[in-house]
């Protein structure tokens, strides 16, 4: 006891000098931004960025050579650069030792990065950080690096932007964000590069696109790591490793690229990138351990995602989609809706098939004779909230608005009308055109949209169809719009713009309707199962998949789809379709769709009374745990489970890791000859008391502390072939 003391003392003494030091620089003119433990400074050659936990040096050197020379854990000074103090020289004639280049891009078809000279020009505070001014020593060009670091988390974030400060326009092209030369990495052949989400093993050369929001690369000798994410939108990532020796990078495709970046900066012009992020980590052999820790954290306090602003999360949705289709009308939703209260649905979607056509979306009168505001009337007379599907940029041949505006139209290299979404111009058999973000028609479709939130009440939209590229189509030049009226130059600069657009659409439509939830599907992500950082700042949700499949088949694929996306992107946004609630086995599915946005489909006209108030009792329970955890704010691994299979056991737990009040795990044996297993999990008070609870009765499983918990666990038996189960963690 008597050395914490004295410890604390020193600790105390050395934080006393520390700010008369800080408030000393003030005084002689560096630049400094402290937040909580944060620090960042400059003093016009030197740039450092500490939050007490990692520490980074950026330096401008004499000879104009912008760089990252240090990136350490403080702790361990672990070091994570590439430079001349730490080279093996017996390596020297594989490669060249230089410090990393920082940024790395191509004006008017010519090479540059962070040595291709530079001046300093000013430096400025920005929250959570210092953005530095640069201007190149040979082109007419001026660059702005914002670097953001946080106070608890051992993570940087960044992004560039560009001022032309010449006569005439330039094209920017191949643009890195950020680009380390790390220590230990040779060619990659001593790493994994935990691609796809971070959860796939990669070796060697790498070059990720929209499935690598997240990667990990792991030195599995050292047991250090280094996490790189992307927020850029859709088709529009790429992440690389060890293209040359030692260097990784993240920022916008490549020219070379299916869907090659471009941006053309006018005079006087300023253009800012998307945002990019890096973390390090050591002493670990699990590369996913960053993924649930301080990626996890970061994007659920930092990141801005639009699903930790709803005040009142979805936690039971239901969908008409399957197995109707497009045949719906309003005597069926009447019954739809009586049976779907019954089973604790709390959002009432109707899917395609209310809207006369594609474009204008008025009702479709034959289908809804008194059109749809005595439907949205009934559902929320049963408590609740209602939605419907659009496609944001399709409009039909036949439509007024496409024969008013064919100049919004989206359209192809010589000059035709396009439809993005699949090889096919004719889908499900009425000819049917994609309209461009860029133009008038994105304030087109939002007056649309809140048109039917004033009339209708409308709170859920399922946003849905292309809107850069296609998810189905197999022609990859397919995307983009090459009309000469539009606001982009060509078809390479429109696809950024066109993603960019559909973000200014959905925070319109949150500005002027703040209770509106919009979910975005995958279809207008661009391709299959996609979400990603930047569409989770704009969209609540993203409708992930299609899966008819039912359990124990469409149960697995629900909690695989889930696993492979989570926990870095929020598994509240994850909205798996399309589990029925007539399946005989679903329950199995709502157990498993308990680790996402709860959504099912199929016809609740069908299920018994038992049914429905089996169902309703689970849906109850999830509503509670959400009232008394905030269960849907979280998701992590659950420790010794894996990648849900058949012949396996897998499982989820959703524990609030900031109040440590408890939460919900998920424990599910699919198809395995091992009949009982141990759970174990993570992240809460070691020294608190809690309850395990089977839902939804909430029978005692056990009890323990939070250590105890993590420590041993409990024991889980289960005798079928298939089985799933939900627990709460309940602080006594």
Request: aromatic share 12%; proline share 3%.
């Given at each position: 006891?008597?050395?914490?003391?004295?410890?604390?003392?020193?600790?105390?003494?050395?934080?006393?000098?520390?700010?008369?030091?800080?408030?000393?620089?003030?005084?002689?003119?560096?630049?400094?931004?402290?937040?909580?433990?944060?620090?960042?400074?400059?003093?016009?050659?030197?740039?450092?960025?500490?939050?007490?936990?990692?520490?980074?040096?950026?330096?401008?050197?004499?000879?104009?050579?912008?760089t990252t020379r240090s990136y350490q854990?403080?702790?361990?000074?672990?070091?994570?650069?590439?430079?001349?103090?730490?080279?093996?020289?017996?390596?020297?004639?594989?490669?060249?030792?230089?410090?990393?280049?920082?940024?790395?891009?191509?004006?008017?078809?010519?090479?540059?990065?962070?040595?291709?000279?530079?001046?300093?020009?000013?430096?400025?505070?920005?929250?959570?950080?210092?953005?530095?001014?640069?201007?190149?020593?040979?082109?007419?060009?001026?660059?702005?690096?914002?670097?953001?670091?946080?106070?608890?988390?051992?993570?940087?974030?960044?992004?560039?932007?560009?001022?032309?400060?010449?006569?005439?326009?330039?094209?920017?092209?191949?643009?890195?964000?950020?680009?380390?030369?790390?220590?230990?990495?040779?060619?990659?052949?001593?790493?994994?590069?935990?691609?796809?989400?971070?959860?796939?093993?990669?070796?060697?050369?790498?070059?990720?696109?929209?499935?690598?929001?997240?990667?990990?690369?792991?030195?599995?000798?050292?047991?250090?790591?280094?996490?790189?994410?992307?927020?850029?939108?859709?088709?529009?990532?790429?992440?690389?490793?060890?293209?040359?020796?030692?260097?990784?990078?993240?920022?916008?495709?490549?020219?070379?690229?299916?869907?090659?970046?471009?941006?053309?900066?006018?005079?006087?012009?300023?253009?800012?990138?998307?945002?990019?992020?890096?973390?390090?980590?050591?002493?670990?052999?699990?590369?996913?351990?960053?993924?649930?820790?301080?990626?996890?954290?970061?994007?659920?306090k930092y990141m801005g995602c639009q699903?930790?602003?709803?005040?009142?999360?979805?936690?039971?949705?239901?969908?008409?989609?399957?197995?109707?289709?497009?045949?719906?009308?309003?005597?069926?939703?009447?019954?739809?809706?009586?049976?779907?209260?019954?089973?604790?649905?709390?959002?009432?979607?109707?899917?395609?098939?209310?809207?006369?056509?594609?474009?204008?979306?008025?009702?479709?009168?034959?289908?809804?004779?008194?059109?749809?505001?005595?439907?949205?009337?009934?559902?929320?007379?049963?408590?609740?909230?209602?939605?419907?599907?659009?496609?944001?940029?399709?409009?039909?041949?036949?439509?007024?608005?496409?024969?008013?505006?064919?100049e919004w139209a989206v359209k192809k290299?010589?000059?035709?009308?396009?439809?993005?979404?699949?090889?096919?111009?004719?889908?499900?058999?009425?000819?049917?055109?994609?309209?461009?973000?860029?133009?008038?028609?994105?304030?087109?479709?939002?007056?649309?949209?809140?048109?039917?939130?004033?009339?209708?009440?409308?709170?859920?939209?399922?946003?849905?169809?292309?809107?850069?590229?296609?998810?189905?189509?197999?022609?990859?030049?397919?995307?983009?719009?090459?009309?000469?009226?539009?606001?982009?130059?060509?078809?390479?600069?429109?696809?950024?713009?066109?993603?960019?657009?559909?973000?200014?659409?959905?925070?319109?439509?949150?500005?002027?309707?703040?209770?509106?939830?919009?979910?975005?599907?995958?279809?207008?992500?661009?391709?299959?199962?996609?979400?990603?950082?930047?569409?989770?700042?704009?969209?609540?949700?993203?409708?992930?998949?299609?899966?008819?499949?039912?359990?124990?088949?469409?149960?697995?694929?629900?909690?695989?789809?889930?696993?492979?996306?989570?926990?870095?992107?929020?598994?509240?946004?994850?909205?798996?379709?399309?589990?029925?609630?007539?399946?005989?086995?679903?329950?199995?599915?709502?157990?498993?769709?308990?680790?996402?946005?709860?959504?099912?489909?199929?016809?609740?006209?069908?299920?018994?009374?038992?049914?429905?108030?089996?169902?309703?009792?689970?849906?109850?329970?999830?509503?509670?745990?959400?009232?008394?955890?905030?269960?849907?704010?979280?998701?992590?691994?659950?420790?010794?489970?894996?990648?849900?299979?058949?012949?396996?056991?897998?499982?989820?737990?959703?524990?609030?890791?900031?109040?440590?009040?408890?939460?919900?795990?998920?424990?599910?044996?699919?198809?395995?000859?091992?009949?009982?297993?141990?759970?174990?999990?993570?992240?809460?008070?070691?020294?608190?008391?809690?309850?395990?609870?089977?839902?939804?009765?909430?029978?005692?499983?056990?009890?323990?502390?939070?250590?105890?918990?993590?420590?041993?666990?409990?024991?889980?038996?289960?005798?079928?072939?298939?089985?799933?189960?939900?627990?709460?963690?309940?602080?006594?």
């Amino acid at each position: 006891m008597e050395t914490s003391r004295i410890k604390y003392q020193i600790n105390k003494l050395n934080r006393k000098y520390l700010l008369l030091i800080l408030t000393l620089i003030c005084l002689i003119g560096e630049s400094i931004v402290v937040n909580a433990q944060v620090i960042t400074s400059f003093d016009g050659n030197l740039l450092v960025l500490d939050n007490g936990l990692i520490r980074r040096e950026i330096s401008i050197d004499e000879a104009g050579r912008f760089t990252t020379r240090s990136y350490q854990l403080i702790k361990d000074k672990q070091e994570f650069i590439l430079n001349t103090a730490n080279f093996n020289k017996k390596d020297a004639d594989k490669f060249t030792v230089s410090n990393s280049d920082e940024i790395g891009f191509m004006i008017n078809d010519k090479s540059y990065t962070g040595l291709s000279g530079w001046e300093y020009v000013s430096d400025e505070k920005v929250e959570n950080g210092i953005k530095l001014n640069l201007k190149s020593k040979t082109l007419d060009l001026q660059v702005g690096v914002t670097y953001l670091i946080y106070p608890d988390l051992p993570i940087i974030r960044k992004k560039v932007e560009f001022t032309n400060t010449g006569s005439e326009s330039i094209k920017l092209e191949s643009l890195d964000i950020e680009r380390l030369k790390i220590v230990n990495g040779g060619i990659g052949t001593t790493s994994w590069i935990m691609n796809d989400y971070g959860r796939k093993k990669n070796l060697g050369q790498f070059v990720g696109e929209w499935y690598d929001p997240v990667v990990v690369i792991h030195n599995h000798k050292y047991r250090t790591g280094i996490v790189l994410g992307n927020e850029a939108p859709g088709v529009m990532k790429r992440t690389a490793a060890y293209q040359t020796p030692s260097l990784l990078s993240v920022g916008l495709t490549h020219i070379e690229q299916n869907f090659g970046f471009r941006k053309w900066i006018k005079p006087n012009e300023t253009w800012k990138s998307t945002w990019v992020f890096s973390g390090v980590y050591n002493n670990s052999d699990d590369p996913s351990a960053i993924l649930n820790t301080s990626v996890n954290d970061f994007v659920r306090k930092y990141m801005g995602c639009q699903i930790f602003k709803v005040k009142e999360m979805p936690i039971f949705v239901y969908n008409t989609w399957a197995p109707f289709k497009h045949n719906i009308n309003e005597k069926m939703m009447f019954e739809l809706v009586d049976a779907a209260a019954e089973c604790g649905i709390q959002e009432f979607v109707i899917d395609d098939g209310w809207q006369e056509s594609y474009g204008d979306w008025g009702v479709n009168k034959e289908k809804f004779p008194n059109g749809l505001k005595p439907v949205f009337d009934y559902i929320k007379s049963k408590g609740m909230k209602p939605g419907v599907w659009i496609s944001l940029c399709s409009a039909e041949t036949k439509s007024e608005v496409f024969k008013n505006h064919p100049e919004w139209a989206v359209k192809k290299a010589n000059g035709d009308f396009i439809n993005l979404h699949s090889d096919k111009d004719n889908l499900y058999g009425w000819e049917s055109r994609s309209m461009c973000m860029t133009t008038g028609w994105k304030d087109y479709i939002r007056d649309v949209i809140l048109n039917m939130v004033d009339e209708y009440g409308l709170e859920y939209i399922k946003g849905d169809f292309a809107a850069v590229t296609g998810a189905y189509t197999s022609d990859k030049t397919r995307s983009g719009c090459y009309a000469l009226n539009h606001n982009h130059k060509d078809r390479n600069e429109s696809m950024l713009k066109m993603y960019q657009a559909t973000w200014q659409l959905f925070d319109e439509l949150h500005e002027a309707a703040p209770n509106l939830f919009i979910d975005c599907t995958f279809e207008t992500m661009g391709a299959l199962q996609l979400i990603d950082f930047d569409m989770c700042k704009h969209a609540d949700g993203n409708w992930l998949s299609n899966y008819f499949d039912r359990s124990p088949l469409g149960g697995l694929k629900v909690r695989e789809l889930a696993w492979s996306r989570s926990p870095s992107i929020p598994a509240a946004s994850m909205v798996i379709g399309n589990q029925g609630l007539d399946d005989p086995n679903f329950m199995y599915s709502m157990k498993s769709l308990a680790g996402t946005l709860p959504i099912v489909l199929g016809d609740p006209r069908e299920l018994t009374q038992a049914k429905r108030k089996e169902i309703r009792e689970m849906a109850d329970w999830l509503k509670e745990m959400q009232n008394d955890h905030d269960f849907m704010t979280y998701r992590q691994d659950l420790p010794g489970f894996g990648r849900p299979q058949d012949g396996f056991w897998d499982g989820f737990q959703r524990i609030n890791t900031d109040t440590k009040s408890g939460g919900i795990i998920g424990v599910f044996k699919q198809k395995s000859f091992k009949h009982e297993m141990w759970v174990t999990v993570n992240y809460l008070d070691p020294k608190a008391e809690y309850e395990v609870r089977l839902a939804p009765n909430g029978k005692r499983v056990t009890q323990g502390t939070g250590e105890e918990l993590r420590t041993k666990g409990f024991k889980v038996t289960f005798g079928d072939e298939f089985q799933g189960e939900l627990y709460e963690i309940r602080r006594k």
